[in-house]
């Protein structure tokens, strides 16, 4: 009978090892060897010494610990961006969610977890050696092939029909290369309201996809994050944040689906001097590109009030006035140019 599985092994430095328990088998690691056998009859929360006399705390891992450790194809979203993927996207119980870029997995099981047995998830994965790392990972990670998941190799935009019926869907998952290619597809899938959630890996990316979907007109306004983590020392009266920490690993855009023939709202925010100008090749949600700023040869399309009154921005002057908001002088008394006595 195979031993029950998998555990994570922790020594007293922190250092673990995800073990998949066997018949016969035995975990090797600096110090000593360990049985799979004892690793099995220790449980959950329970401690196995190796060959060498090293203890190690062994506990039934997180799916977040399973996923920075599991075997992959494509690079893996991180627990930390899964997190806020699905609570942006306010995945639930009984939803149905495609998703487009499968890659190892990890996002797909998440997603599993969240909708439950009654709802659905449908995957596309372009690329069949990345396919079959996520079935290998979902069934690892799922304890099994979960009958509500449906993988389908090949284009988001050339199965999509396939996968579920027009307006039925309640949210669009994308992780890939150029998320702006599958906007029509994802736009066909969702219902109104429904959410989309992109995963991003560079900024070219998140400029390129947030105007490409405001000029689609079937979305609204985008809204782009990134999450860091950072773990804390904590030992009596010793609190400080960790030397390291898990910082950038991708930038999330959601935004929603609009019902059919409603026009979005118009951004009532100015364009930054130079954000359409000569250097900016992607497209333009705003309108012609010769109307775009200044810097390419015409007046904002807007007109030139701001939001805030008919005279726009306040330009040079400070936006309190055109004088330093504390004055000329040094706040402690002395002007600036002058050495205190």
Known sequence: MTPP?????????????????TVDGTLHTRHGWISHTDIAAAGDGG???SSLGMAYLVTTPTMAEQIVRMPRGAAVIYPKDIAVMLMTADITNGNTVVEAGAGSGALTAALLRAVGPSGRVLSAELRPEFAAVA????????GGVPANWVLTEGDLR??????????SVDAVALDMLAPWECLPAAADL??????????LATTTQVSRLAETLRLTGHF????????????????????RPEHRMV????FILHCRRLAPGVVPPPRRARPAKGAYGPDYQGPRALGDPATQTGEAGGADPRGSAGPLGDAGPPGDANPLGDANPLGDANPLGAPYSEERS
């Not at 609204?220 to 609190?239: F, N």
């Not at 910082?247 to 991708?250: A, I, L, N, Q, S």
Request: aromatic residues 4%; contains cysteine.
């Open 5 to 21: 599985g998998p555990f994570l092994l922790t020594d007293e430095r922190g250092r673990s090892h995800l073990v998949a328990p």
């Open 47 to 49: 401690v196995v010494h």
């Open 135 to 142: 079935r290998r990972n979902v069934a690892r990670l799922c």
């Open 158 to 167: 050339e199965v999509a029909a396939g996968l579920a019926p027009t307006g």
């Open 190 to 199: 969702l219902r109104a309201g429904g959410h989309l959630v992109v995963y």
């Open 220 to 239: 609204t306004e985008p809204r782009v994050s990134e999450t860091l983590e950072r773990g804390w020392h904590v030992v009596g009266l010793a609190v």
């Open 247 to 250: 910082g950038h690993t991708g």
